[in-house]
């Protein structure tokens, strides 16, 4: 009935709709690419109402660490199961304020405006909504927004935390030099959990992923994985 309508009404956003499904039918069915397999399958699993909040161990002592907080969502989700400290950090200067004004008045919820990397520095952010990245070569052409980015260690270091029970990535593309740093200076088993959407458009990305599944599985079991979507190690 709505297709029905749109066509009635909006025949080009129609045609889009109609098209758009069939890529997919095509690339799920046909192709079976390995992408579009795991996207349907977590969208069937309903894992990020799940699967993203299922950490029965946290408590209102535990520490997360949101990269990549875009508008809050996660943030507000994992705090009202567990009532835990979040560290969200998002360097997008829209988004940090969007972030910001929600959890003003929640002194358990710390926004900072900038990003965690492998080192300090100023980078051009693609303004691409929730996917904005610095490392994505399909925005390279795209107007940027100058964002500053931090030394991950450095940071960890100055708020004098040990331990993270849990840290999400959702930083497109960041998350490889991220991740390939702290296994260099042997901080990988700091962290708790380690939940982390890995993405495909980094040149080597298979290469880089599995090297850096390679040096988790020494500290880390994988709990579940819908790969290049989500996954989650949990530390031995």
């Known amino acids: 009935?709505?297709?029905l309508l749109m066509l009635l009404t909006n025949p080009l956003l129609f045609?889009?709709?109609v098209a758009n499904r069939f890529i997919r039918f095509y690339r799920l069915y046909v192709q079976k690419d390995e992408f579009t397999v795991e996207m349907t399958r977590w969208f069937s699993d309903k894992g990020d109402e799940t699967l993203r909040l299922d950490y029965p161990k946290l408590n209102e002592e535990?520490?997360?660490?949101?990269?990549?907080g875009f508008k809050g969502d996660f943030a507000q989700a994992i705090y009202e199961k567990y009532?835990?400290?979040?560290?969200?950090?998002?360097?997008?200067?829209e988004f940090y304020e969007?972030?910001?004004?929600?959890?003003?008045?929640?002194?358990?919820v710390i926004v900072y405006n900038y990003g965690l990397s492998d080192k300090d520095g100023k980078f051009i952010l693609s303004d691409s909504v929730d996917g904005s990245s610095f490392m994505n070569p399909n925005h390279l052409d795209k107007n940027?927004?100058?964002?500053?980015?931090?030394?991950?260690?450095?940071v960890i270091r100055k708020l004098k935390i040990s331990n993270i029970d849990l840290m999400k990535f959702n930083i497109e593309g960041g998350e490889y030099p991220v991740l390939l740093h702290m296994n260099s200076e042997n901080k990988i088993s700091i962290v708790d959990n380690y939940q982390i959407q890995f993405h495909n458009f980094i040149?080597?990305?298979?290469?880089?992923?599995?090297?850096?599944?390679?040096?988790?599985?020494?500290?880390h079991t994988r709990t579940w994985c819908?790969?290049?979507?989500?996954?989650?190690?949990?530390?031995?």
């Open 62 to 68: 535990s520490i997360v660490f949101d990269l990549g």
């Open 226 to 236: 819908y790969t290049f979507v989500w996954e989650n190690w949990k530390r031995k």
């Open 144 to 154: 940027g927004l100058e964002c500053e980015l931090k030394e991950i260690l450095e």
């Open 98 to 108: 969007s972030c910001a004004q929600r959890f003003v008045s929640n002194d358990k």
């Open 1 to 3: 009935m709505k297709l």
């Open 15 to 17: 045609a889009k709709k």
């Open 203 to 219: 040149d080597n990305a298979d290469e880089l992923r599995n090297k850096i599944v390679e040096e988790l599985s020494k500290t």
């Open 83 to 93: 009532s835990c400290t979040v560290h969200v950090f998002e360097p997008h200067p």
